[in-house]
């Protein structure tokens, strides 16, 4: 499984960023994506995940203002993030859980800079 992620950039505080994860390979064995982030000095921490019947889990930090969906005709998902914040900076990763052994694939990360 490859991960596709995109969407990243600069955003004021306040405002919104939609990230999206486009999944190729074996898109099949593929039951849970999500999204994870890591803000500088920080571990990598949760954000929200969906699974192939679009059961969501948004993390406490980020409900009421990030919101996942997901698409498993194009094999996609997206986060929208809405109000953003200056703690909101970090890598965000997208991530996919096998159905199958439960192994875990990343994308590549995709820098997401919220100026205050």
């Known amino acids: 499984v490859q991960l596709q992620a995109s969407g990243g950039g600069l955003v004021q505080a306040g405002g919104s960023l939609r990230l999206s994860c486009t999944a190729s390979?074996?898109?099949?064995?593929?039951?849970?994506m999500g999204w994870y982030r890591q803000a500088p000095g920080k571990q990598r921490e949760l954000v929200a995940t969906?699974?192939?019947?679009?059961?969501?889990i948004v993390a406490d930090h980020v409900t009421g203002r990030f919101t996942i969906s997901r698409d498993n005709v194009e094999n996609t998902v997206i986060l929208q993030m809405n109000r953003v914040d200056t703690e909101d900076t970090a890598v965000y990763y997208c991530?996919?859980?096998?159905?199958?052994?439960?192994?875990?694939?990343w994308g590549q990360g995709t820098l997401v800079t919220v100026s205050s």
């Open positions: 390979g074996s898109i099949f064995i593929i039951h849970n």
């Open positions: 991530n996919a859980v096998s159905r199958v052994d439960r192994a875990v694939y």
């Open positions: 969906i699974d192939d019947r679009n059961r969501s």
